[in-house]
């Protein structure tokens, strides 16, 4: 499984990103597809999580700004970010889970930048 990321760059306090995130190979076994982050200095952390079936984890940071959204059938997976503060500069991972395989795949992230 290959996933990679696109959307990235550089945008101004307030404004708004959407992250995209393509999977491709044995796609068929990823059952929680997602979105980490990792700032400078810090530890990678959840942002969202989303189910084939649709079902939501946001983690508590994001506040309400951010929404994940899944396309089954393009193997794609987004991550809406408004009102973006500098705080949210990270590099942003997608993230894959298989259930059935007991795996977690990763892309090699997209850098965002949140500065004026």
């Known amino acids: 499984v290959r996933l990679v990321e696109s959307g990235g760059g550089l945008v101004q306090p307030g404004g708004s990103l959407r992250l995209s995130c393509a999977a491709s190979?044995?796609?068929?076994?990823?059952?929680?597809m997602g979105w980490f982050r990792q700032a400078p200095g810090k530890e990678r952390e959840l942002v969202a999580t989303i189910t084939s079936e649709g079902n939501t984890n946001y983690a508590d940071l994001p506040e309400g700004r951010f929404t994940i959204s899944r396309d089954n059938a393009k193997n794609t997976v987004w991550l809406q970010m408004n009102s973006l503060k500098p705080e949210d500069t990270a590099v942003y991972y997608c993230?894959?889970?298989?259930?059935?395989?007991?795996?977690?795949?990763w892309g090699k992230g997209t850098l965002v930048t949140v500065s004026s």
């Open positions: 190979g044995t796609i068929f076994v990823i059952d929680v």
């Open positions: 993230y894959g889970r298989s259930f059935t395989y007991n795996m977690d795949y």
